[in-house]
C-alpha cells in the first residue's frame, strides 16, 4: 500500500505535493556568494535570492525565474475563465499584478512570466509551482467562484483554473 493510499496515522508526515522535487531549474550545488543576476539584478546571498544592492565582488549567475522566462517554461499555468472573468478582466489582472508586486518584494523567484487573453479567457504563466496556486487562491478570495488545483506528478509544474 503506497502512502498516499493508506490511512493517516498520528505522527505521519506526508509529502503536502507528492511528485514534485525534480525541477531542472532548483539549484543543485551552492553558488559563489555574493553573485547577482545580470537580467534582474537580483542578489544572492545567505544561500537565498534577495533584492539588495549589487555587491562589488559579486560574480554573475541568472536566477531561476529569469532562466525560465528566457527558456519560455513557466512552473504553473493559471487559467481564468467565464462570463464574470470576461466582464471583470482589467480588474482581475491589476489584482493580480498588485499581488506580484507585493509577493515579489519578499520572494524575488515568484513571478508572472506572461498574461495572455484570448476570447475571453486568460492564461497567466507562473515561475514558481506554489505561487500559482496562491494566485488562484488570491482570485477567489476576491470574487468567490471555483479554483481546482492539479499538480504534475513527473514534473515541478501546478496547473491552477479559476472560473466565474
Known sequence: MSDHTRPFKAGDHAEVFPGLGHDPYQLRGKLHEPSVCPSCG?????????????????????????????DRLPAGYLTIDGDFAAQHQVEIIDLLRRDETRTRAQHPMKRIMSIESNGGATLVQVTDVHYTRD?????????????????????????????R
Open 42 to 70: 537580483v542578489v544572492y546571498t545567505g544561500g537565498r535570492w534577495q533584492w539588495l544592492p549589487r555587491p562589488a565582488d559579486a560574480q554573475e549567475a541568472a536566477c531561476i525565474a529569469c532562466r525560465r522566462t528566457a
Open 135 to 163: 494566485l488562484g487562491e488570491a482570485l477567489k478570495s476576491a470574487f468567490q467562484g471555483t479554483l481546482d488545483i492539479k499538480y504534475s506528478r513527473d514534473q515541478d509544474l501546478a496547473r491552477v483554473h479559476w472560473r
